[in-house]
């Protein structure tokens, strides 16, 4: 029988006046898409069919179905190797792979075969001669919308049970007659051009019709990440109150500037493994300022003659040397008011940062192993706990959030101490903003600050407003490895 082409469902639809898809690719038992292929086609020279779309439901024969139209059904492979000598079940297993002991259940079903044990083995007999693989031809006839088979509900239950079948919407179309009908199909230009413009050929050629309905190609276009255009926000408000930025390349810190310089104690919690990441190559950091390193470890020892006691213990510089990955962007700040101190006389300064740290944290919705942190550090003669709730204030106004609120809070290297909260509209509860506070005397002093300069400073992450902001409720959709690059294209902030 030759290939069936677009001619032929014009002309079963002249003898019948119309036609049904699914009925005609069965009659011509080819995949109803071809039927529906010759359709649109033809649909393409002009208003020659019309056509009706009819949803309804169908079995079709699933990916592990198809394998067994193709291969055989486990049955069948299970029973063609077993011999009436008996084979080793595990040899056959290891010929048929996965389906083997489906294969096996239901070849002894259909009395095909025969296991019994011997020893440690199971010994398969086959007892059948003839092995007819009935699911195969079942799944074949349903393929083909054969009307007896889909009437069989045993067959399409049992089959549907074994997930060779599935139901699946499905459009058929019920073909008949356009206005422009006709047996041949003329062949239309696509495209009008300057010579039948020339020549006036254009008044009598055919064109394909415009498909209105058709999609345009998606404009492409650059996107900024929420989090990077939070972060200019945050970095224009720092920039407009006169804040300078910290230089905040260095991922990889020793413990003595993130931890000992923030006069952190060696047995602090924090300085865990299960907190912190410590590298193992390279594994330390021997390149510190020696006088000033020596002036960490009597403070952390005995007070340093800073008119504090020290927290009493051997200071180790091994401990101090580990190599980590930061925790927070205050070991930034440390170096940046250690460089400070070295710059005789005293200046004030407004420093700010905004990067990432790294914490081994347990990872949920609302916690991740890396983050980022934004820092604002003040350094001046005098300055008060009201000068850091003050500067608070209106850094926290400019980004529309008023009505702060503080707790007393601890940090190691600060005194006092504070958490920002403030009171969330769009989630009616009080939120924490932020940690804040007074750097001690026993940071700043070694580093060489004069007495009377204060430093005040404050943190907070990226994430949390980024998400509050833009209404993400999982860390993991903002940033990490899940994250959606295009979904970054779908908030309209990208596009301000
Ligand atoms: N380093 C603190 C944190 O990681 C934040 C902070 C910065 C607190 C500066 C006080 C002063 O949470």
Not at 17 to 35: P, T, Y
Not at 112 to 126: A, S
Not at 309 to 325: T, V
Not at 351 to 379: C, K, M, P, W
Request: include cysteine; aromatic fraction near 10%.
């Amino acid at each position: 029988m030759p290939a069936k082409q677009k001619e032929d469902l014009l002309k079963v639809v002249d003898t019948h006046g119309a036609c049904f898809s699914r009925e005609l690719a069965a009659e011509w038992k080819v995949h109803h898409d071809v039927i529906v292929g010759f359709m649109k086609s033809i649909q393409s020279y002009g208003d020659i069919l019309e056509t009706k779309e009819n949803k309804v439901e169908r079995w079709e024969v699933t990916a592990e179905g198809a394998n067994v139209i193709l291969h055989g059904s486990p049955e069948v492979a299970v029973a063609s190797r077993a011999t009436p000598e008996g084979r080793s079940r595990d040899e056959i297993f290891a010929e048929v792979g996965q389906m083997g002991n489906v294969g096996l259940g239901k070849a002894i079903k259909l009395k095909w075969i025969k296991t019994e044990k011997k020893g440690d083995q199971t010994i398969v007999t086959r007892i059948a001669e003839d092995l007819k693989d009935t699911v195969k031809e079942q799944l074949q006839a349903i393929q083909a919308d054969d009307a007896d088979m889909l009437k069989n509900t045993a067959v399409l239950k049992d089959l549907k049970k074994r997930k060779l079948i599935e139901k699946k919407q499905f459009t058929t179309y019920a073909i008949s007659k356009g206005r422009e009908f006709s047996l041949t199909l003329e062949k239309r230009e696509a495209d009008l051009t300057p010579e039948m413009l020339a020549d006036g050929s254009w008044q009598t050629t055919k064109f394909k019709q415009f498909n209105l309905q058709a999609l345009g190609t998606p404009v492409n276009y650059a996107a900024l990440h929420p989090l990077m255009k939070v972060r200019t926000e945050y970095r224009q408000i720092f920039l407009e109150m006169g804040f300078e930025e910290m230089p905040t390349s260095r991922f990889v810190e020793s413990a003595f500037w993130n931890f000992d310089a923030l006069f952190q104690p060696q047995q602090h919690p924090a300085r865990d493994a299960h907190d912190t990441f410590f590298m193992s190559l390279p594994e330390k950091s021997t390149d510190f300022p020696p006088e000033y390193l020596e002036r960490v470890k009597q403070t952390h020892e005995n007070g340093g003659g800073y008119g504090s006691q020290g927290y009493e213990y051997d200071w180790k510089l091994e401990e101090a040397q580990k190599n980590i990955l930061r925790t927070h962007t205050t070991a930034v700040s440390a170096r940046m008011l250690y460089k400070l101190a070295q710059n005789k006389p005293f200046k004030p300064v407004k420093y700010f940062s905004i990067d990432r740290v790294f914490r081994n944290e347990t990872l949920d919705a609302t916690h991740l192993a890396e983050f980022h942190q934004i820092e604002g550090v003040i350094a001046d003669y005098n300055l008060t706990l009201g000068d850091l709730i003050g500067t608070l204030e209106s850094f926290f106004k400019r980004l529309g959030i008023e009505d702060l609120r503080f707790k007393p809070a601890y940090n190691p290297y600060t005194e006092p101490s504070m958490e920002v909260f403030s009171y969330h509209k769009g989630l009616d509860k009080v939120v924490e903003i932020g940690n804040s506070g007074i750097f001690r005397p026993e940071m700043l002093r070694p580093m060489g600050l004069p007495e009377d300069v204060v430093v005040i400073a404050w943190g907070l992450s990226l994430e949390r407003p980024t998400m509050i902001k833009y209404g993400y409720s999982n860390i993991r959709d903002l940033i990490g490895p899940k994250v959606n690059l295009l979904a970054a294209k779908e908030k309209p902030i990208v596009r301000i």
